[in-house]
């Protein structure tokens, strides 16, 4: 039963002992026992929405009863969310402090009690580990208020495709110059807020970046497409993106190398469900219709392969 509220590998094994250490530690969350039921709560922005975009299909495939609150507004950093809060605090009734829907983030925690409430960073932001603090900790410390029994999970973003014109925010006035450093920062980051507040991370991020580097089914530019004067409807080939990438929005060209497509969903909703369940994702049968089922396989190889090392 899936209950929908909308309410607003080859590049892991440079790790260092200290964050495989942390990886291990925070999987035992997830580890202790395999749950059928799980009441979860998500702050985020699209990239949780598309992260759990396919979590209620594999839930259901998987014979697991799913609630999900959601907290979720696009472009939004853990500093944004935690200044609506602020606002609610201050005046109950001050419209600014329910941005979600009408909403407040204390009325939607109020809903029933959560599980597991998942917090992320603004992905422009995420690979600049001085835009988290104070407001990850000060938004945990509400959340636990509210909710004392819940677990706290971090999702880690993903970089964006390699082919993006901008790429994350690694210091004030200072991005990143390719993918590999935007995931690499943005990594570093997730982690150490990880041992901060001794919460276990969702590797969505680490899932994307084996992808990106696989010889096989890593995204590779079109070279021979005319970007310049491009004509309506070709596209230059997008084979095995996870990224949005290249799409006609009418006679507009619009390229979105941030956000997750189809294939990037199905593989952020295979950590999800894997690790939030504590269950195995190496035959699950779902995929979309438009992912094949040779990219879906290897996808789900990639997710079982990175739930099984976050678990040992």
């Not at 200290?18 to 969350?29: G, P």
Request: with cysteine; glycine share 6%; net charge positive.
């Amino acid at each position: 039963m899936i209950i929908n509220m909308k309410l607003q590998f080859s590049t892991l094994t440079k790790l260092s002992m200290s964050s495989l250490l942390l990886v291990c530690l925070a999987a035992n969350v997830f580890a202790q026992s395999r749950q059928d039921t799980l009441r979860l709560f998500i702050i985020g922005n699209s990239f949780s929405q598309n992260a759990s975009a396919f979590l209620p299909q594999l839930a259901k495939e998987g014979g697991k009863t799913l609630i999900i609150g959601r907290a979720e507004l696009g472009g939004h950093s853990l500093e944004q969310h935690w200044s609506y809060v602020e606002k609610a605090e201050a005046n109950a009734d001050d419209p600014k402090g329910k941005p979600y829907g009408g909403k407040s983030l204390k009325m939607l925690l109020g809903q029933g009690k959560w599980d597991m409430v998942t917090i992320q960073q603004y992905s422009y932001l995420s690979a600049d580990s001085s835009t988290y603090y104070p407001y990850a900790s000060k938004l945990i410390a509400y959340v636990k208020a509210l909710q004392p029994h819940v677990r706290i999970v971090i999702h880690q973003t993903w970089a964006y495709r390699t082919d993006a014109k901008k790429f994350g925010r690694i210091a004030e006035g200072k991005t990143a110059m390719n993918q590999r450093e935007m995931w690499q920062k943005s990594r570093a980051a997730y982690h150490l807020l990880a041992k901060r507040i001794n919460a276990p991370i969702l590797p969505v991020g680490d899932a994307f970046q084996i992808v990106a580097n696989d010889r096989k089914y890593g995204f590779k530019p079109d070279l021979s497409f005319n970007y310049e004067h491009p004509t309506a409807p070709s596209l230059p080939d997008q084979t095995h993106s996870i990224n949005v990438g290249y799409y006609w929005n009418k006679k507009e060209l619009v390229f979105d190398p941030n956000h997750a497509n189809d294939a990037g969903k199905y593989l952020g909703g295979l950590i999800w469900y894997g690790m939030l369940f504590n269950d195995s994702v190496k035959y699950i049968k779902f995929k979309p219709e438009n992912v094949s089922e040779e990219f879906a396989q290897y996808l789900r190889k990639v997710a079982a392969e990175i739930i099984a090392k976050t678990n040992r």
